[in-house]
């Protein structure tokens, strides 16, 4: 039976992946011409958008604990992360100068986390968790290129591409806690496949955003 799910997880991932060309900002950071600049405005933007995502797993998780157990143990994991994530993040902004007090977020950047709180709010759980794990396939392969073009480039510490590190470093627990809920909602003939695949294209389409936004500092 697992291996429906597993399927499922497969091809949506492979239906949503992005452009290859469509990140404008990765690539320059990979080549270590983005200007430090950006690096900080990239630092800046996260501040906002780790604990907005934090709150919004949580609350995810706490709608499903009644109905969809499953569900609600991959959130709580998911919050987790992005609780340690927060912690490894300050040694990035430090080492970018920035200058979190006087910062103003960008629209462009936010976009995404204000869909996940609303997916927080709306959408079934079940179906959020087969769209946030075909999204969090790209994101990975970003923080990869980015913490390897931080310490050849941009001559950071370990300490300040920890919060790269910690996003590129692969989960099997986690993708087998996707797979368990995904697996549950199918057989339990609540999960909308449909849904789920436009709530992870428009997650796909505001991430896309972020770094679209950030590249047009450069």
Same mark, same amino acid.
């Given at each position: &039976? ?6 499922? %997880? ?5 239906? %949503?992946?992005?452009?290859?060309? #469509? ?5 320059? *950071?990979? #080549? /270590? ?12 933007? @996260? ?41 490894? %993040? ?5 080492? =970018? /100068? ?9 629209? /462009?950047? @936010? ?28 994101? /990975?392969?970003? =923080?990869?290129? *980015? ?13 300040? =591409? ?14 087998? &806690?996707?797979?368990?809920?995904? @697996? ?11 849904? #789920? ?6 997650? @796909? ?14």
């Amino acid at each position: &039976m697992t291996h429906t799910a597993r399927n499922l %997880l497969r091809t949506t991932t492979a239906a %949503l992946a992005p452009d290859p060309h #469509a990140n404008p900002l990765v690539p320059k *950071i990979a #080549a /270590g011409t983005a200007p430090r600049a950006t690096l900080a405005a990239l630092a800046l933007e @996260q501040t906002w958008v780790i604990p907005a995502d934090r709150r919004a797993f949580e609350h995810l998780a706490a709608r499903a604990q009644a109905t969809d157990p499953e569900a609600a143990a991959f959130f709580t994991t998911l919050a987790e992360g992005e609780a340690l994530a927060g912690e490894r %993040l300050a040694a990035f902004v430090q080492a =970018c /100068g920035a200058q979190e007090a006087s910062y103003e977020p960008l629209p /462009g950047c @936010q976009a995404y986390p204000a869909y996940v709180a609303w997916l927080a709010l709306n959408a079934a759980p079940a179906d959020v968790v087969l769209a946030l794990t075909a999204n969090f396939s790209a994101w /990975g392969g970003y =923080c990869a290129t *980015i913490a390897t073009a931080l310490r050849e480039h941009y001559g950071f510490t370990d300490e300040a =591409c920890g919060f790269f590190d910690f996003f590129a470093e692969p989960s099997p627990e986690l993708d087998e &806690m996707a797979t368990v809920a995904v @697996q549950t909602a199918l057989d339990a003939r609540r999960l909308d496949g449909k849904r #789920a695949h436009a709530y992870g294209r428009l997650l @796909q389409n505001y991430e896309a955003s972020f770094w679209s936004t950030l590249g047009q500092l450069t």
